[in-house]
């Protein structure tokens, strides 16, 4: 279980209301990589995959530790992605 790897300066973090967004481009998610975007809790999250890597299946469960910070582990089913995430929360 790898951190995926974050594509440098494409981090953004989005506020509505109570809510928080961070979005991030990310490179070589593989299967069990973790990803903590810096939420307490998240409540939705999503993963754009790039266009050239589309046809592989993926899935994501996250959870938040003891120590209040989330985590979202992917669930890849061949190879790498490259893609967007967006994780909702606070």
């Known amino acids: ?5 974050q594509t440098a300066g494409t981090r953004r ?7 928080r967004g961070v979005k991030v ?8 990589d973790t990803w903590t975007p810096g939420l307490a809790i998240i409540e939705q999250f999503t993963f754009t995959p790039s266009l050239a890597a589309a046809t592989t ?18 669930d890849i089913e061949s190879g790498d ?10």
């Open 25 to 32: 481009d990310v490179t070589s998610v593989s299967d069990t």
């Open 81 to 90: 992605l490259d893609g967007t995430v967006i994780a909702w929360g606070y």
């Open 57 to 74: 299946q993926w899935a994501a469960t996250w959870s938040t530790p003891a120590n209040r910070q989330a985590v979202v582990t992917f």
């Open 1 to 5: 279980m790898a951190a995926i790897v």
């Open 13 to 19: 973090e989005f506020v509505m209301g109570a809510t």
